[in-house]
């Protein structure tokens, strides 16, 4: 951030940008966004000086410039607060604690474009054949590139008063206080030694909402199972940009709001996949009333060219309890950042998740759980699974403030290496600041048990048989709570993929 001198010269960089920072319509499909005449002109003007974020304010501008049109005139001010955010932060970047660990540069190199809207066969991948395999019709919920599809949606059988849907016909007793949430940007005031590194991206989500996924359970509701399928498509043309030019990732920013009132439970389903190159940029707000039950499957399974990007803040109430289940097993490059706060006594944190890593993948999970009120407990339990040259980076933070006493919090990280060239960075903190609290945390990292191993092979299985035998049930056992058949074999045949890599190198 600039003073003086140097907040002059940034003012200087930003006009000469000019419009093309901030258009209130998609571009041109095609155009390239990133590394305009324009662009370098903000560079040139910002290393004639002191600044030292002159890429920063560039990528940035660029990425607010390749936002699409909004689909509803309610967040046209929340756009508008969020775009001065953005401009005036800096990029994430490998100097800042949050980031420390993960490479952005895959996206920084990339020119950012309109997403084509084609979702082709991800209808019958994502949508059709979940249906096929469930025992009766589920409420669908669809959002193509961050705008609400119509077509691809089916919420008629949510009852009591249930709703699930786009921001506009969102009930009128919680569309203020949707609204008033969407103008809070995570960690804006965040001491940068400990956050998760929501802000920038998070202010950028907003900054170029099209729409908002909203879901309301009234109070004392129960809603067995809603998906949420956050669907990615490519740029035009999908052959991507010419050779010898930079790549070309299609932009978009779903978001979601989600409220349950006092008393009332939900499953919920939220499903990420697409196809080609893109960067999706994701913010989900989930807010639990007073004794409120949510069951969260969270399951990112982006095309193999994707980066994506997502925070999941979740606040508890007196009572309330969520549980969930975070699978990451695609995209080339994988940030979620998960915030849990339990602000009323008695609320509860369930926190499961597995990374399924090949080739040159990068999965990151930064977590962290803040016990704020006194008698809460929380339970994480994090696995890990890389072969090839995978890299996946956990950093778990369970913090205990003064007052919080009577907390239980107990957090675990397992993680198996199965060839040499993966690497996993794990790093779990407990920062407690009372007393009265049983907490522990604890990491493995190995490959699978060769005792193991040998047992199943004196049952007749070969090595690599039994290998994948194990890998897959260490991931089933998970996917047991997430209710998606078609998911569960998803994940299971990479788990066995990661098996038969790792035998072979043996």
Same mark, same amino acid.
């Given at each position: ?12 960089? /930003? ?39 002159? %890429? ?18 309610? &967040? +046209? ?43 082709? *066969? ?31 949606? +089916? ?23 949707? &609204? ?6 995570? *960690? ?16 950028? #989500?907003?900054?170029? @909402? ?27 043309? +999908? ?15 779903? #978001? @979601? ?65 969520? +549980?969930? =289940? @975070?699978?990451? $097993? ?6 979620? #950042?998960?915030?849990?706060? @339990? ?8 926190? =499961?998740? /597995? ?12 977590? %962290? ?14 696995? #890990? ?40 960075? /794990? $790093?779990?903190?407990?920062? /407690? ?51 998606? *058949? ?21």
């Amino acid at each position: 951030r600039a003073t003086g001198q140097s907040q002059a010269m940034l003012t200087a960089c /930003i006009a000469s940008v000019g419009a093309a920072y901030l258009p209130s319509q998609r571009p041109a499909p095609g155009a390239p966004l990133c590394g305009s005449a324009r662009g370098r002109a903000a560079v040139r003007c910002a290393e004639a000086g002191t600044l030292t974020q002159s %890429a920063v304010d560039d990528w940035l501008g660029s990425a607010v410039a390749a936002r699409g049109s909004v689909a509803s005139g309610l &967040l +046209d001010e929340v756009r508008s607060e969020a775009t001065d955010v953005v401009l005036a932060a800096r990029r994430p970047g490998r100097k800042q604690e949050a980031w420390r660990r993960t490479d952005l540069s895959l996206l920084y190199g990339a020119t950012l474009g309109a997403p084509s809207g084609r979702v082709g *066969e991800l209808v019958a991948g994502y949508v059709e054949e979940e249906e096929a395999a469930a025992a009766a019709a589920r409420p669908r919920l669809v959002f193509v590139d961050g705008v609400y599809s119509a077509d691809l949606s +089916d919420t008629s059988s949510l009852g009591g008063g249930a709703y699930a849907g786009p921001l506009e016909q969102v009930p009128p007793e919680v569309r203020e206080a949707v &609204l008033e949430s969407l103008r809070e940007i995570p *960690e804006r005031e965040a001491d940068p030694r400990t956050e998760l590194g929501c802000h920038t991206f998070a202010a950028l #989500n907003q900054a170029a @909402l099209s729409d908002v996924a909203c879901v309301y359970v009234p109070s004392g509701v129960a809603v067995d199972t809603l998906r949420l399928i956050l669907l990615s498509t490519p740029s035009y043309p +999908d052959s991507g940009a010419e050779a010898g030019a930079s790549p070309q990732l299609a932009a978009s920013h779903p #978001n @979601l709001s989600l409220w349950l009132g006092d008393g009332a439970s939900l499953s919920l389903l939220q499903q990420y996949a697409g196809r080609g190159a893109y960067f999706c940029n994701g913010l989900s707000r989930l807010r639990l009333g007073e004794n409120a039950s949510l069951t969260h499957a969270y399951l990112q399974e982006q095309s193999d060219g994707a980066v994506h990007v997502d925070s999941v803040l979740a606040t508890l109430a007196a009572g309330a309890r969520y +549980d969930a =289940n @975070l699978v990451q $097993s695609g995209g080339r490059l994988s940030r979620v #950042n998960l915030a849990v706060r @339990l602000e009323g006594r008695h609320s509860h944190a369930s926190l =499961n998740g /597995i990374a399924l890593g090949s080739e040159s993948q990068l999965l990151d999970l930064h977590s %962290a759980v803040r016990h704020v009120s006194p008698d809460c407990s929380s339970e994480q339990e994090q696995r #890990n699974a890389l072969a090839g040259r995978a890299r996946v980076v956990f950093r778990g933070a369970v913090q205990v403030p003064h007052g919080s006493d009577n907390t239980t919090a107990n957090q675990l990280c397992r993680s198996l290496l199965l060839s040499d060239s993966a690497r996993v960075d /794990i $790093s779990p903190n407990l920062e /407690i600041l009372t007393d009265d609290v049983v907490c522990t945390h604890g990491a493995t990292v190995a490959d699978l048990d060769d005792e193991m191993v040998f047992y199943l092979q004196a049952r007749g299985l070969g090595r690599a048989e039994a290998r994948v035998l194990l890998l897959e049930g260490w991931a089933r056992s998970l996917m047991g709570e997430v209710p998606s *058949e078609a998911a569960t074999r998803r994940v299971a045949a990479k788990a066995a993929g990661l098996a038969r890599e790792g035998a072979a190198r043996e």
